[in-house]
């Protein structure tokens, strides 16, 4: 809610992906900038410390988990947590 503008709307739910699970959370506000594609998980990017998801992906791949963001400038944020099949 912090960083996303306009959100109104926030969403969680479960999917299966080529025997994968992947957790979705999207939202309808601002979405990440285009120039903060690929660095949102790098410490010190962002507009607060710049750690908690860089702390987030780290925890999620010592348990053999990731998370990536998919979500597109202007339609909202979107991070996928992504357990591989066995890992529920």
């Given at each position: 809610?912090?960083?996303?503008?306009?959100?109104?709307?926030?969403w969680?739910?479960?999917?299966?992906?080529?025997?994968?699970?992947?957790?979705?959370?999207?939202?309808?506000?601002?979405?990440?900038?285009?120039?903060?594609?690929?660095?949102?998980?790098?410490?010190?990017?962002?507009?607060?410390?710049?750690?908690?998801?860089?702390?987030?992906?780290?925890?999620?791949?010592?348990?053999?988990?990731?998370i990536?963001?998919?979500?597109?400038?202007?339609?909202?944020?979107?991070?996928?947590?992504?357990?591989?099949?066995?890992?529920?």
């Open positions: 809610m912090r960083y996303g503008g306009k959100i109104t709307s926030i969680f739910y479960i999917k299966n992906r080529n025997g994968d699970h992947v957790a979705p959370c999207e939202d309808n506000g601002n979405g990440i900038f285009v120039e903060g594609k690929g660095k949102s998980f790098e410490r010190g990017f962002g507009w607060n410390t710049g750690l908690a998801l860089a702390i987030s992906r780290e925890i999620l791949s010592i348990t053999d988990k990731r990536n963001e998919t979500g597109e400038f202007g339609k909202g944020a979107r991070f996928e947590i992504g357990v591989p099949n066995g890992g529920w």
